[in-house]
């Protein structure tokens, strides 16, 4: 039973880096239901890895820095007549090597941050509107609104690609049906993530103030991904679909706080 009504569908992935990255489990949840894939990657030099993780699956490269990137692919979809289901955008950096206090961010950062973190969410969209079934389905992936101090300025950015899925759902509404929702997840262990500096404190923090005292795993936001590009969630849009097993109604979690009462 086709339960997403996916099958045959075309899919639009960016992100897939490496089997860790949310990008990949959904474009596999998706596979697996039969649905077809474009992938996208950043830099020519994750080419070979990821298509042996997808070899059957056509792969552009697209620097999101770099406009002409993104204008050869929608050149390409258009001469093949693709026409997109849907789009994952998942995708983000800061430059956080050296971490400084959220007032000390300097302007190349955070412009670098928010064009590749959520300005690529509308650039990408605009130029590709063209190519999109008219009931299509555009996910971004985001983070929990729990204003963790490692994210540094990706935080805020991260809080604008939220609002982004708002605005960018009211404008398409004006010529099609698409809809745009946003995931915000609780803390993942990620290779991107692994670069965030005391992400792993935050981590083991996160699992314990889950209902469940057990981490949210990235197949879990996965499931999520596919559910939102899938027509089952027709009604779902212009929202920010929080997925953290119960972590942001827990923050005062009773053995949590006799933990620190008790040691602080």
């Not at 770099?66 to 995708?91: F, N, P, Q, W, Y």
């Not at 792993?200 to 590009?229: C, G, H, P, S």
């Amino acid at each position: 039973m086709d339960f997403l009504k996916i099958s045959g569908k075309t899919f639009f992935i960016t992100g897939v880096a490496n089997k860790k990255s949310v990008a990949y489990h959904s474009a596999k949840v998706l596979q697996e239901n039969g649905a077809n894939l474009i992938l996208s990657i950043q830099k020519e030099e994750q080419l070979a890895k990821v298509s042996s993780l997808f070899p059957e699956s056509k792969i552009f490269i697209m620097d999101v820095e770099r406009e002409e990137t993104i204008e050869e692919v929608k050149a390409s979809l258009e001469s093949s007549e693709i026409v997109l289901d849907g789009l994952l955008h998942s995708m983000a950096f800061a430059n956080l090597a050296e971490p400084k206090p959220y007032h000390e961010t300097s302007w190349k950062d955070f412009a670098q941050a928010e064009r590749i973190s959520c300005f690529s969410l509308m650039n990408i969209c605009h130029h590709l509107k063209d190519t999109f079934n008219k009931d299509a389905s555009v996910v971004t992936i985001s983070i929990s609104d729990t204003l963790a101090t490692s994210y540094g300025f990706l935080g805020p950015i991260k809080a604008q690609l939220d609002v982004s899925v708002a605005y960018l759902a009211k404008s398409f509404s004006e010529f099609s049906e698409i809809r745009f929702n946003a995931v915000c997840a609780g803390p993942l262990k990620t290779s991107a993530s692994a670069g965030i500096p005391g992400y792993i404190n935050n981590y083991i923090f996160a699992e314990k103030l889950t209902m469940r005292k057990q981490a949210l795993k990235t197949t879990e936001v996965a499931d999520t991904v596919a559910f939102l590009l899938s027509p089952r969630s027709s009604g779902i849009n212009a929202t920010g679909v929080k997925v953290d097993a119960g972590m942001r109604s827990n923050g005062f979690d009773q053995s949590v706080v006799n933990t620190v009462a008790d040691h602080g």
